[in-house]
Each structure stands twice: as C-alpha cells, then as structure tokens.
Antibody, heavy 120, light 107 residues
C-alpha cells in the first residue's frame, strides 16, 4: 500500500525559500504510471493544486506559482521535493503531497500534510 | 482557469438521512470530476473518480453522477462516520481546481 510522508521546516521567514520533501513508500516512483503532486490547504480550508512531477522529471505547475516554484524528483531515494521562493504570509498553509493518476488526474493517495507558517 | 462551485456550503443532517451535494463547473469538463472527504486534522480521501467511479474500500452508500458541468455526490443512509467536509475537484485541465467544500454536520 502506497504511503507518502511530507517533511520540512514548519516556519519560514518572509522572502525566504520554503523547501519540503515527500518520501514515498510502498511503490517505486521510478516504475512510472503516476504523477506526483503538491497540494496546499490554506487556513480558510480552500485547496490549491501546486504542481506535479513525473518519474522522468517532467513537471507541470500552477501558473499562479510558476515563477517561484521548483519541483524535483530523486528516484534513488523515492522522494520528490518542492521549493517555493520569495514566500509571503499568503504561502502559510498545510502542504500535502499526493499520488496523481496520470490519465484522469485525481489524487488517490495523500500524505498526512505538514503545516508551514511564514512569519518573521 | 476552471472554477468549481459547490452547494450548499454547509448542511445539517441526521443519521440515516439521504443527502446530495452539488458541484458545478464554469465550463464543460466531461466526466473529469472527483470527490473527496476530509475529516479534521486529516488529509482528504478520494471517494469517487471520473464522476461516478467509487473507489475500493468506499461504502456503496456513496454515489456520484453527472457530466458536462453539473455533478452530484449522494450519500444514502448517513452513518456517524460520514460527518465531514466534502470537496469536488475538476481534473479536465490544469490547473486542477477544487470547490470550496461542503461541511456536513449532525443535526
């Protein structure tokens, strides 16, 4: 059974870079067949898809975040990562990683989420 | 970008009731519509994909329907564990977007 676990700092200062890693177990990212997404949930509870990466490193980003966003994959560690630069308070959210069906683009397995606050 | 509108935003019901939540897209999305359940402090769980495909391990009292722009999630015979927040999500085109959620609580 696939499991995902987010990790990273819970507090980031304004203008700095938010970095998170998702460790996947139960399935190999390199086996393909899925995309791997980042999704965030703001304190008001609305959900926002951030972007995804394939096992080969192909990415697709939400245009609203594209200029600040990097998503990378490390198949040797079965991990994928997110970097979001120049953060502001609006980036404060619960960040989830999720497995993404490559045909229908639904999110069938999620990590438990990690809360990131942007504050000085 | 595709906008998703859910209604109602909140709903009170009793155990055993049948409830329906509606999700509307502002453009045609075929059947690329998915439903999730989220409980406090937990990640969302996929209930239904492609408008009506019930995920394994999801009870059959959950059902989904619709195509094009209008979709429904129906729960027939509410159980205590069903009181949660429900979200729809369109996966027709990126950026994939969610509705604002429907909070289902106990009357």
């Amino acid at each position: 059974q696939v499991q995902l676990q987010e990790s990273g700092p819970g507090l980031v200062k304004p203008s700095q870079t938010l970095s998170l890693t998702c460790t996947v177990s139960g399935v190999s990212i390199s086996s393909g067949g899925y995309y791997w997404s980042w999704i965030r949930q703001h304190p008001g509870k609305d959900l926002e898809w951030i972007g995804y990466i394939s096992h080969t490193g192909n990415t697709y980003f939400n245009p609203s975040l594209r200029s600040r966003l990097t998503i990378s994959v490390d198949t040797s560690k079965n991990q994928f990562s997110l970097k979001l630069t120049s953060v502001t308070a609006a980036d404060t959210a619960l960040y989830f990683c999720a497995r993404t069906n490559s045909g229908w683009y639904y999110f069938d397995s999620w990590g438990q989420g990690t809360l990131v606050a942007v504050s000085s | 970008d595709i906008q998703m509108t859910q209604s109602p935003s909140s709903l009170s019901a009793s155990v055993g009731d049948r409830v329906t939540i509606t999700c509307r897209a502002n453009q045609h999305i075929s059947r690329f519509l998915n439903w999730y359940q989220q409980k406090p402090g937990k990640a969302p769980i996929l209930l239904i994909s492609a408008a009506s495909n019930l995920q394994s391990d999801v009870p059959s009292r959950f059902s989904g329907g619709g195509s094009g722009t209008d979709f429904t999630l129906t729960i027939s015979g509410l159980q205590p564990e069903d009181f949660a927040t429900y979200y729809c999500q369109q996966s027709y085109s990126a950026p994939y977007s969610f509705g604002l959620g429907t909070i289902l609580d106990i009357k």
